[in-house]
T-cell receptor
Framework: KNEVEQSPQNLTAQEGEFITINCSYS?????LHWLQQHPGGGIVSLFM???GKKKHGRLIATINIQEKHSSLHITASHPRDSAVYIC??????????????FGKGTKLSVKP | DADVTQTPRNRITKTGKRIMLECSQT?????MYWYRQDPGLGLRLIYY???????NKGEISDGYSVSRQAQAKFSLSLESAIPNQTALYFC????????????FGEGSRLTVL
C-alpha cells in the first residue's frame, strides 16, 4: 500500500463546479505539500501546510492531522485549472525515499 | 530568472552515451533533489543532498550519479545511458527546514535511443 494515496485519480468537471481532491497518508509528517503540474511539465507549489487551512484565490487546502487526511478544493473551476495535482508529505527523516513522499497525482480536466 | 533552472530542457541521445543534467537554484537552499517522472509512476527520488557535503541515494539511484558542486548547483549524470532511462527529470530545492517550501525546475526531457 502506498504511503500517500490520492483520490480520485482522474476528474472531469464542468466550468464553475466546486472540486475536491483528497490525499490520505499513513506516516507521521512534518508538513504536507500540494503541487500543480500543467501539461508541458513544470511543477509549482500551491500550498504547504502542517495544520488547519490555507486559502489562495480560488484554492483552499485543509489538513486534519489526527485523521491523516488533506483536501484541496477549487471553487468556481475554470479550464485553466486543468492540470495534475500532486500531494506530497514531508517526513522528519530521510532514507531511500528522502524526506518527501509523493502521491501519484490527480488529473483534473475542466470543460468549458 | 527562475528560482530553479535545469539544463538542458530536452535531450535526445544514444545508448551508451554519457549525459549530464544540470540544476542551479537562486534560493540559497541547502536541500536539493533529483527526481524522475514516468507516466503512471509519479515522482521517484534518484538522489538528494541536504548540504554540500551530504549526498544520499534515493530509491532508484542505480545507473545515476550526482555532484553537488556548490550550494546552488546539483548535477545528475548518466554514465552510460540506456533506453529505460528515457523520462522527464526534475530538480527541486527546499529550504533548510523540513517544512520548507518546494521549488521545482521546469524539467529535463531525456530520450535515450
Amino acid at each position: 500500500k502506498n504511503e500517500v494515496e490520492q483520490s480520485p485519480q482522474n476528474l472531469t468537471a464542468q466550468e464553475g463546479e466546486f472540486i475536491t481532491i483528497n490525499c490520505s497518508y499513513s506516516v507521521g509528517i512534518s508538513a504536507l505539500h500540494w503541487l500543480q503540474q500543467h501539461p508541458g511539465g513544470g511543477i509549482v507549489s500551491l500550498f504547504m501546510l502542517s495544520s488547519g487551512k490555507k486559502k489562495h484565490g480560488r484554492l483552499i487546502a485543509t489538513i486534519n492531522i489526527q485523521e491523516k487526511h488533506s483536501s484541496l478544493h477549487i471553487t468556481a473551476s475554470h479550464p485553466r485549472d486543468s492540470a495534475v495535482y500532486i500531494c506530497a508529505v514531508g517526513r522528519w527523516y530521510g532514507g531511500s525515499q528522502g524526506n518527501l513522499i509523493f502521491g501519484k497525482g490527480t488529473k483534473l480536466s475542466v470543460k468549458p | 530568472d527562475a528560482d530553479v533552472t535545469q539544463t538542458p530542457r530536452n535531450r535526445i541521445t544514444k545508448t551508451g552515451k554519457r549525459i549530464m543534467l544540470e540544476c542551479s537554484q537562486t534560493k540559497g537552499h541547502d536541500r536539493m533533489y533529483w527526481y524522475r517522472q514516468d507516466p503512471g509512476l509519479g515522482l521517484r527520488l534518484i538522489y538528494y543532498s541536504f548540504d554540500v557535503k551530504d549526498i544520499n541515494k534515493g530509491e532508484i539511484s542505480d545507473g545515476y550519479s550526482v555532484s553537488r558542486q556548490a550550494q546552488a548547483k546539483f548535477s545528475l549524470s548518466l554514465e552510460s545511458a540506456i533506453p529505460n532511462q528515457t523520462a522527464l527529470y526534475f530538480c527541486a530545492s527546499q529550504g533548510s527546514s523540513v517544512t520548507g517550501e518546494l521549488f521545482f525546475g521546469e524539467g529535463s526531457r531525456l530520450t535515450v535511443l
